[in-house]
């Protein structure tokens, strides 16, 4: 799990996502965490 969510960490501090912290997390985590399991596993 640490290696995922340190990937995950890195994919969704990019500079590209707004500073909301909240919504990011809120919305880019859950959105890409299913899709991003499947293309890795």
């Keep these: 799990m640490a290696m995922s969510s340190f990937l995950i960490n890195s994919n969704y501090v990019d500079p590209k996502f707004p500073p ?22």
């Design 20 to 41: 909301c912290e909240e919504y990011s997390h809120s919305d880019y985590l859950p959105n890409h965490s299913p899709e991003y399991y499947s293309s890795q596993r």
